[in-house]
Structure formats: structure tokens, C-alpha cells
């Protein structure tokens, strides 16, 4: 069990907008930075967003980051076949005093 | 450019202890900490701690059983994990700071008898 809540699973076609969730508490999302990371098979992870809406360098603006409370959401808009992976939510917690990652989510570019 | 490169995969048996070295390169290895992050095959992320140049973190369910150090000299960090289970079987990822913004290529522990 995750101390970030993710949905197992997303899907989207080619163009749309997609938007996945991370719920979390009071110790970790309200209280500290969340970030995303993609994970493509056999390569390691690839940050997509730090501090709950940063892109670094070279990430495309189709992904974007928000936080409001105890969640936090990675939107991927025109959604593109290369985008189909697993999705990661990550952030401190001070109550564990240690990061915590969600559960991930499967997203399927249909 | 910024990397972290990772030593080679290891077979280990149950019992036994294994040690993962990330070296870095680009960066001034002073001003970040490396985190330590595990996935078992078909399972999500684990992260297992972190170190810099004072201290390391663990997370709670690894303490007493991994240790991470770092030499500065050699710009490289490690993650000694002990009494190795075959639920330990996973790659282990180095990366670097608190956005864990650059990884490493990851290293795969097999943990067999």
C-alpha cells in the first residue's frame, strides 16, 4: 500500500488530454513539493515535473503539473503514442522524514 | 553533460550482501545528495534513503540493513544493502538531489540460492 493514492490506470487517444491523480495527506502533498516521473520500460525514470509545476530542461510543455490540497495531478496534453508508460508521483513526507512515491499509473495511448 | 553511472549487476544468495557504487560526473558532487531507489519487476518505486557529505536518511522499513556512504575524492556514492532475501531482487537506481532530477542506468540484484 502507497502512501500516495495513484490510479492504477489511465488511457487516452492520440491528441487528447489526459489526467492523472495523486492523493496524499497533510505530511506529504500539503506540506512538501511533489514531483513526476515517467518510467519507460528497461530505461531508468525521467523527472517531468519538480516542484509541483517546474518542467526541467527539455521536457515538452504538452506536460504540466498542479497541486490544490492533499492531491496533485500530471496533465499530458496532445496526448502522443510515445507517452504510453508508467507515472510516478513523488514527494517528501515529514512524518516518515523520507520521500514516498504513489503506486503509479499505466497510461495507454489507445 | 550531468551523469550518474552505476556498477554492473550482481547474483547474490540469500544472506549475503551487496554493494551498488554510483559515479558521478558534471557536477560538483559536494552540493548534492544521491538518493537510492529500488523496482522489483512488475512493482512501483522504492525509495530507500539518501546521502550527502554529512549524514544519510534511510527510509524506516531498510533501516538496520542498508548503509550508504559516499567518497568525495572518487565523486562516487554507495548503497550497501545486508542480509539479502529473494524479495530483494530489483534495480536499484542512483539519483541525484532532491527532484532526483538525473538517474542512474540502474543495476539489477538477483537474490537466488
Known amino acids: 500500500q502507497s502512501v500516495l493514492t495513484q490510479p492504477p490506470s489511465a488511457s487516452g487517444t492520440p491528441g487528447q488530454r489526459v489526467t492523472i491523480s495523486c492523493s496524499g495527506s497533510?505530511?506529504?502533498?500539503?506540506?512538501?513539493?511533489v514531483c513526476w516521473y515517467q518510467k519507460l520500460p528497461g530505461m531508468a525514470p525521467k523527472l517531468l515535473i519538480s516542484?509541483?509545476?517546474e518542467r526541467p530542461s527539455g521536457v515538452p510543455d504538452r506536460f504540466s503539473g498542479s497541486k490544490s490540497g492533499t492531491s496533485a495531478s500530471l496533465t499530458i496534453s496532445g496526448l502522443r503514442s510515445e507517452d504510453e508508460a508508467d507515472y510516478f508521483c513523488?514527494?517528501?513526507?515529514?512524518?516518515?522524514?523520507?520521500?514516498?512515491f504513489g503506486g503509479g499509473t499505466k497510461l495507454t495511448v489507445l | 553533460q550531468v551523469q550518474l553511472v552505476q556498477s554492473g549487476a550482481e547474483v547474490k544468495k540469500p544472506g549475503a550482501s551487496v554493494r551498488v557504487s554510483c559515479q558521478v560526473s558534471?557536477?560538483?558532487?559536494?552540493?548534492?545528495?544521491v538518493n537510492w531507489v529500488r523496482q522489483a519487476t512488475g512493482q512501483g518505486l522504492e525509495w530507500m534513503g539518501w546521502v550527502n557529505s554529512i549524514t544519510e536518511g534511510l527510509a524506516q522499513k531498510f533501516q538496520g540493513r542498508v548503509t550508504m556512504t559516499r567518497n568525495t575524492s572518487m565523486s562516487t556514492a554507495y548503497m550497501e544493502l545486508s542480509s539479502l532475501r529473494s524479495d530483494d531482487t530489483a534495480i536499484y537506481y542512483c539519483a541525484r538531489g532532491d527532484a532526483m532530477d538525473v538517474w542512474g542506468q540502474g543495476t539489477t540484484v538477483t537474490v537466488s540460492s
Open positions: 558534471g557536477y560538483d558532487f559536494s552540493n548534492f545528495d
Open positions: 513523488a514527494a517528501w513526507d515529514d512524518s516518515l522524514r523520507g520521500r514516498v
Open positions: 516542484r509541483n509545476h
Open positions: 497533510l505530511s506529504n502533498v500539503v506540506s512538501n513539493y
